[in-house]
């Protein structure tokens, strides 16, 4: 049992020396890295778009329907407790006159691990909704895709790797027609 406890805390001891040897990207880090990734659509750093941290949402991010500012009267909350999109304001029709489909903005927490941190998006207030004059169509949320950056570090050795990734932003809600 004397083994087994002093083992056990060896290891935890050796895995919280290790991770203590990674340090997550810098802002600046991370985007010298993006401006070698290629970027996407929205060249390889949008502040409009994308954010490192919840004080760059609150500062620079819109409401992508409205181009207002967005309304973040909860956002004040810490990054990590955001389990789901962060409404930006009300969801919208650009056409009223027909049966169209509602998109609402919302900001996107995509983790710790995972640079820009944040992105601005719009999605369908409710996905395979019957649309269109004659109900021929159904609401579906569209996507562009932009390469951003994954960070990842071994607890064991310390290596470090910043990686870029496809990340998928959903740019718009359009009825698709049958």
Do not use: H
């Not at 620079?60 to 304001?89: C, E, R, Y």
């Amino acid at each position: 049992m004397f083994l087994l406890v002093q083992f056990l805390l060896f290891t935890s001891q050796d895995e919280l020396k290790a991770s203590s040897l990674c340090t997550p990207p810098t802002t600046q880090q991370a985007l010298a890295q993006l401006s070698k990734s290629g970027g996407g659509p929205l060249g390889t750093f949008n502040k409009n778009y994308m954010a490192f941290t919840m004080n760059e949402v609150l500062n620079n991010f819109k409401n992508l329907i409205t181009q207002q500012p967005g309304n973040f009267s909860g956002a004040t909350t810490k990054a990590s407790s955001l389990s789901a999109p962060l409404s930006t304001g009300a969801c919208t029709s650009s056409q009223s006159n027909f049966p169209y489909c509602n998109a609402c903005p919302v900001v996107t927490y995509l983790g710790e691990n995972k640079f820009p941190r944040f992105i601005n998006e719009i999605i369908c207030e409710t996905e395979n909704t019957l649309c269109g004059v004659q109900g021929n169509g159904y609401c579906k949320t569209t996507s562009i895709t932009q390469r951003l950056l994954l960070w990842r570090c071994d607890p064991a050795t310390g290596q470090e790797d910043l990686e870029a990734f496809t990340q998928e932003i959903r740019s718009c809600c359009e009825c698709m027609l049958f």
